[in-house]
């Protein structure tokens, strides 16, 4: 499973865009690239996956360089409850098993 | 997207008793499911892969005769914690994995948040 690096934590404002970058050098061939959100004490939620380029739906974009070493979800417009932990994961679809890292705390303060 | 449900959302039990916890796709079909947990201001571990009427696959340093995992349809996946110590106190979540021409995810319920005295 490649690893992925991501901050720890950000501080945001009500109304901003935030970018949280993860890294992930040791991406395969075939892994996909997902974001998850997770409040306290909740299962994490679904936010976006990829695979290269840009995706974009209703809640995020995520943005994949040609290289796909890294990867950067974008939250526009944060509100005070976009406050959550966003973990990046990336698996491989016929073994579809996920690891978690630590994940960046996003604080959006009014 | 797909819906995961969990039961019982909070459960406490006494030292040495057997808790059991339903994970279910509501409106799909899930052949494989996992489970995770989750210690306060931690991040998820997997636990183990549970696969539709096969032996779950468990992950390194995870108990299998402890933690008793039943694949017995495509909708319902349960956790057994088998004679539980407060060590074994921990949120719980299931996710069931999902296939779709274009994408494969896996959607997580809302996790079990297991007390023992």
């Known amino acids: 499973l490649a690893k992925t690096t991501q901050p720890i934590s950000m501080d945001s404002y009500e109304g901003q865009e935030v970018n949280i970058t993860c890294s992930h050098n040791?991406?395969?061939?075939?892994?996909?690239i997902t974001w998850y959100q997770q409040f306290p004490s909740q299962g994490p939620r679904f936010i976006i996956q990829?695979?290269?380029t840009k995706v974009t739906n209703e809640v995020a974009s995520l943005f994949i360089p040609a290289d796909r070493k890294s990867s950067t979800l974008s939250l526009p417009r944060v509100s005070l409850s976009d406050t959550a932990v966003y973990y990046c994961?990336?698996?491989?679809?016929?073994?579809?098993?996920?690891?978690f890292g630590a994940g960046t705390t996003v604080t959006v303060r009014a | 997207g797909a819906v995961v449900s969990q039961h019982p959302s909070w459960v406490i039990c006494k030292s040495g008793t057997s808790v059991k916890i339903e994970c279910r796709s509501l409106?799909?079909?899930?052949?494989?499911m996992f489970w995770y947990r989750q210690f306060p201001k931690q991040s998820l571990m997997l636990m183990a892969t549970?696969?539709?009427?096969?032996?779950?696959?468990?992950e390194q340093g995870v108990e299998k005769d402890k933690f008793l995992i039943n694949h017995a349809s495509l909708t319902l996946s349960t956790l057994t914690v088998t004679s539980a110590h407060p060590e074994d106190s921990s949120f719980y979540i299931c996710?069931?994995?999902?296939?779709?021409?274009?994408?494969?995810?896996?959607?997580f319920g809302p996790g079990t948040r297991l007390l023992v005295l």
């Open positions: 996710s069931a994995r999902v296939r779709r021409v274009t994408q494969e995810t896996q959607y």
């Open positions: 990829g695979y290269k």
């Open positions: 549970s696969n539709e009427g096969s032996k779950a696959t468990y």
């Open positions: 040791n991406i395969a061939t075939n892994d996909y």
């Open positions: 409106d799909f079909q899930a052949t494989t």
């Open positions: 994961l990336v698996g491989e679809e016929d073994d579809y098993k996920l690891s």
